[in-house]
């Protein structure tokens, strides 16, 4: 069973964050880590890959900074493989951006059995 998770890199609550004056934008220049639900989301792929009597689980991720600390979790998780789509032109994307964005990364993955999406 091919199964990919998108995953979001979020801003660590534990590290204070601040706001751009100009743009009211989340300065980002801390370290980002896995979102939980995102986390839960690898979790339940990777059990449904061993039930179904093995497979493949890949993330996909699109991170403007190009930050790839929560990937690693992910990979650290038992993912076998990730990718990251990441330009400053995507900062502020809305939801239909990051769905296309996302969408187009699934396709060069490879079309899998199932798609997770937790956020």
Do not use: F, H, W
Request: aromatic content about 0%; glycine content about 10%.
């Amino acid at each position: 069973m091919k199964i990919v998770v998108c995953v979001k890199q979020i801003p660590d609550p534990a590290t204070p964050g601040s706001l751009d004056s100009s743009t009211n934008a989340l300065e980002r220049d801390g370290k980002l880590i896995l979102d939980d639900s995102d986390a839960y989301g690898v979790e339940m792929a990777l059990q449904l890959a061993t039930a179904a009597g093995g497979g493949e689980v890949s993330i996909v991720s699109m991170a403007p900074n190009g930050e790839m600390s929560g990937m690693r979790t992910a990979l650290a998780m038992g993912a076998a493989r990730g990718v990251l789509v990441s330009d400053p032109a995507l900062a502020g994307s809305d939801a239909l951006t990051t769905a296309r964005v996302l969408a187009a990364a699934i396709k060069k993955v490879g079309m899998p059995d199932l798609v997770v999406a937790a956020t």
